[in-house]
């Protein structure tokens, strides 16, 4: 069985193409050791994708001390999931957290999605240590926000479906119907605009950061989108999800807290490591 130390939990992200996992140190926001990705059964059943969860905790051989958190495309409600729109549909409803403790045998945190990679973003990333009103939005099948206020997550906003002009707002300016439709980075700029200016009119928030895959290329993209407020890049790209997940199932399991002094060796430690341009 392997031995971590205390700093260290677990983080799972489920996909609709990857279920991915790794330990994360939460001295430093990065794996502790490599990441280990499974692909998403399809159907993505809970059955199925619970059996994938545990080959992923498996792989790793992770003792019960472990904390883990688990990531989910869905608003998670005390466990349960009361919608769900880019999985299959049989999880609406469905209490995620029990489900996947049974399968487990043992005490799990499940968050949605956006929420971990949003809080990761505001503690490890390009948020880090920002106060105020902070909205992450996650660019990807689906548009997952994140509504982060002095470093308190607020849960399961779920502003990707906001209605915006009779339509669900993340038909129309997720990144998948970007590649769907292959719009040119202008096009889809374009209704991203429409899109942060009425979630901007609605929150008026103090910094946007923009996360999913295609944040690599924000260069491409954001030069064309005006908001009054900063709207920057995420800084974790593909390891926000685990490390935000890793790190709340840690404080819910009461491993591991954000004191200010543990903030401040975080910040050392991050500043260290992008001087150094990692
Ligand atoms: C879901 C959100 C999720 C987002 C990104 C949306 O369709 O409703 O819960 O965060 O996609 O995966």
Do not use: C
Request: glycine share 10%; hydrophobic share 40%; aromatic share 8%.
């Amino acid at each position: 069985m392997a031995d971590y130390p205390s700093t260290v939990a677990f983080g799972i992200d489920i996909g609709g193409s990857g279920i991915k996992g790794a330990p994360v140190d939460l001295m430093t926001g990065e794996f502790y050791a490599p990441r280990f990705r499974i692909a998403t059964p399809h159907p993505a059943t809970p059955r199925a994708v619970s059996e994938t969860v545990a080959r992923l905790v498996e792989h790793f051989d992770i003792g019960p001390d472990v904390p883990i958190g688990i990531d989910f495309p869905a608003p998670i409600i005390h466990g349960v999931a009361p919608m769900i729109a880019n999985l299959d549909k049989s999880w609406t409803g469905l209490n995620v957290r029990d489900l996947m403790e049974k399968q487990l045998g043992r005490p799990v945190t499940v968050i949605n999605d956006a929420d971990a990679a949003g809080y990761a973003e505001v503690h490890y990333g390009a948020a880090e240590d920002r106060d105020g009103q902070i909205i992450v939005v996650t660019l990807g099948t689906g548009i997952g926000t994140a509504l982060i206020m002095n470093g308190v997550l607020v849960p399961n906003t779920e502003l990707g479906h906001l209605e915006i002009d009779g339509h669900d707002a993340e038909s129309r300016a997720a990144a998948s119907v970007f590649e769907r439709k292959n719009l040119s980075y202008r096009k889809w700029a374009k209704r991203l605009q429409r899109y942060f200016t009425h979630l901007e009119m609605l929150l008026n928030p103090d910094l946007f950061v923009v996360g999913g895959g295609v944040s690599k290329r924000a260069d491409k993209f954001l030069p064309f989108i005006t908001t009054r407020a900063p709207i920057i890049p995420a800084e974790l790209r593909n390891t926000a999800g685990i490390v935000g997940s890793a790190l709340r199932a840690a404080q819910e399991a009461g491993t591991f807290t954000l004191t200010p002094q543990v903030k401040q060796r975080i910040r050392t430690y991050r500043d260290d490591a992008r001087a150094k341009g990692e």
